[in-house]
């Protein structure tokens, strides 16, 4: 599934994996890189089944997918692309990640 931010500030965060060592310190970082990984990894239909995940949804569409009973948590909108990607697939999914909270710490 493709992964994208809702802001260019949330995208320099998240595709660098100094800054995010740099806001929530090295293993912090690392946990939140890890996430991103298996989110992008992942199919939408089975963003329930990935390990150590909780998803539910919330306010104005949005869903929730916690890690880890709340050690990292992405805000995200889902969103189907009419136009796949490869001819081989059905629907191109992307998850646009509109906020994050890291052990305790928000950006959004």
């Known amino acids: 599934m493709e992964v994208s931010f809702a802001s260019a500030e949330l995208a320099t965060l998240c595709n660098s994996r100094t800054r995010l060592q740099r806001r929530w310190g090295p293993d912090g970082g ?8 298996e989110l992008a990894a992942a199919d939408a239909d ?3 089944q990935l390990p150590r995940a909780q998803v539910s949804e919330g306010s104005a569409g949005e869903t929730i997918i916690i890690f880890g009973g709340g050690e990292v ?10 136009a796949p990607a490869h001819p081989q697939t059905n629907r191109q999914t ?15």
């Open 30 to 37: 690392r946990l939140v890189a890890r996430r991103l990984a």
């Open 73 to 82: 948590v992405f805000r995200a909108v889902v969103l189907d692309d009419p």
């Open 46 to 48: 089975a963003l329930g």
């Open 94 to 108: 992307r998850l646009l990640i509109t906020g994050l909270d890291a052990r305790g710490k928000a950006r959004s």
